[in-house]
């Protein structure tokens, strides 16, 4: 059971009784309601997912996008504890950050936003540089998916995409599930299929912030990360195709690290990503869920660890917040108040032969899943 792995040393017995978690991950209640609506009129609805320790997750049509995420501190105080907005027209007027939602049909980058699959070169928007970044200028974090409540309590979204829409070829049909369990696990679970040969590569772009979004920087949590490369980039935050070695760079969190650590110093790639906004090549046993990441904030106790069976973790510690944004309450998202763990392939895998395929051929289905667990220590 998932709930066995640790990262050695970092796994901390000491958990607050509020969070003691349950031995079986049962299913949460779950309720829908309106929350607003589209420039074109269509209903956005809202889905509020809770489980027996309280804690509640809250997930929107438009985008899949987790709106909040309330969880208790290790004194059993609640926080919302991602990055967002109060009303849907808060993300539509502000969708550069990709708070919460869900990306596809390319999350990160494809490089020069162009791609050959069987011989045939594919365009992909540029919407970043001469690069596409997140499936392009209409990706699935700006669609309206199709909500649905499954019996065991789960929220089922949908999306069609259809053949040719962002330059990328095939019907896909995307499925995404979110479940809040009673083992305190925020469980996503991603499945597509085709009917052309295409490429796909789903995540969740949520930023926390373990001491509740609005409160300040993110540099004080402690950080581990199960592996020893990254993907090292070029000025465009494309990944040059070396496998770099963590050893001896800031890049090493195989050890409990806190992320302002390290963020300043004088590192060539530090600067590139203006921080860290860089893909972990994640150290796996097999190929099934495995711990990923783990973070702990030790003000309010509040510990992340982040499960996946994908091949990669892009770590993003918010560089391009600046103070701009104001989210939900009113409050101010200042440089680095956020940090995102997104599961999933390498950056631009359909132009670097060495990577994972990120290839998904009809009569195959694309199926990824990413836990979110959520405990606390004294
Ligand atoms: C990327 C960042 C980007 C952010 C918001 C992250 O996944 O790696 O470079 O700024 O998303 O778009």
């Known amino acids: 059971m998932l709930g066995k792995q640790r990262f050695g040393n970092t796994f901390r017995l000491a958990q607050c009784a509020v969070l003691a978690a349950g031995l079986f991950p049962l299913q949460a209640a779950v309720k829908e309601d309106a929350f607003g609506k589209m420039p074109d009129g269509r209903a956005v609805q809202i889905y509020t997912l809770t489980n027996k320790a309280g804690i509640e997750a809250r997930i929107m049509s438009y985008g899949g996008i987790l709106v909040?995420?309330?969880?208790?501190?290790?004194?059993?105080?609640?926080?919302?504890?991602?990055?967002?907005?109060?009303?849907?027209?808060?993300?539509?007027?502000?969708?550069?950050?990709?708070?919460?939602?869900?990306?596809?049909?390319?999350?990160?980058?494809?490089?020069?936003?162009?791609?050959?699959?069987?011989?045939?070169?594919?365009?992909?928007?540029?919407?970043?540089?001469?690069?596409?970044?997140?499936?392009?200028?209409?990706?699935?974090?700006?669609?309206?998916?199709?909500?649905?409540?499954?019996?065991?309590?789960?929220?089922?979204?949908?999306?069609?995409?259809?053949?040719?829409?962002?330059?990328?070829?095939?019907?896909?049909?995307?499925?995404?599930?979110?479940?809040?369990?009673?083992?305190?696990?925020?469980?996503?679970?991603?499945?597509?299929?085709?009917?052309?040969?295409?490429?796909?590569?789903?995540?969740?772009?949520?930023?926390?912030?373990?001491?509740?979004?609005?409160?300040?920087?993110?540099?004080?949590?402690?950080?581990?990360?199960?592996?020893?490369?990254?993907?090292?980039?070029?000025?465009?935050?494309?990944?040059?195709?070396?496998?770099?070695?963590?050893?001896?760079?800031?890049?090493?969190?195989?050890?409990?690290?806190?992320?302002?650590?390290?963020?300043?110093?004088?590192?060539?790639?530090?600067?590139?990503?203006k921080g860290y906004d860089h893909n972990w090549v994640l150290k796996r046993k097999g190929n099934g869920m495995e711990l990923a990441a783990r973070v702990e904030e030790p003000t309010s106790g509040r510990v992340l660890e982040v499960l996946t069976a994908q091949p990669g973790l892009q770590f993003y510690t918010g560089n391009f917040l600046d103070g701009t944004i104001k989210g939900k309450g009113n409050l101010v998202y200042g440089h680095r108040t956020g940090f995102a763990m997104e599961t999933q392939h390498y950056p631009d895998s359909p132009n670097q032969p060495k990577f994972p395929s990120t290839e998904l051929k009809p009569g195959e289905t694309y199926k990824t899943s990413t836990v979110f667990r959520f405990s606390t220590v004294k």
Not at 129 to 149: E, P, V
Not at 239 to 252: C, H, I, S
Not at 255 to 271: F, M
């Open 68 to 273: 909040s995420l309330k969880t208790p501190d290790c004194r059993g105080a609640m926080a919302d504890i991602v990055l967002g907005f109060d009303s849907v027209d808060g993300y539509l007027k502000n969708p550069g950050p990709y708070f919460g939602a869900l990306i596809g049909r390319y999350a990160n980058r494809i490089g020069q936003a162009k791609f050959t699959l069987d011989g045939k070169q594919y365009t992909v928007p540029k919407n970043d540089g001469a690069n596409s970044l997140h499936g392009g200028t209409q990706g699935f974090d700006k669609r309206l998916w199709t909500g649905k409540i499954l019996p065991d309590g789960g929220l089922e979204l949908t999306y069609a995409s259809k053949d040719g829409e962002e330059g990328y070829p095939g019907n896909l049909k995307a499925t995404v599930v979110y479940r809040l369990t009673d083992a305190n696990e925020l469980r996503i679970d991603y499945t597509a299929t085709t009917d052309k040969d295409t490429v796909v590569n789903l995540t969740n772009h949520s930023y926390f912030n373990l001491k509740g979004a609005g409160s300040g920087d993110i540099l004080g949590h402690l950080v581990t990360i199960a592996a020893d490369r990254y993907t090292p980039v070029d000025a465009g935050l494309i990944p040059t195709g070396e496998l770099r070695a963590v050893k001896g760079t800031p890049f090493d969190f195989q050890k409990a690290t806190a992320i302002g650590a390290r963020i300043g110093q004088p590192d060539e790639q530090l600067k590139i990503g």
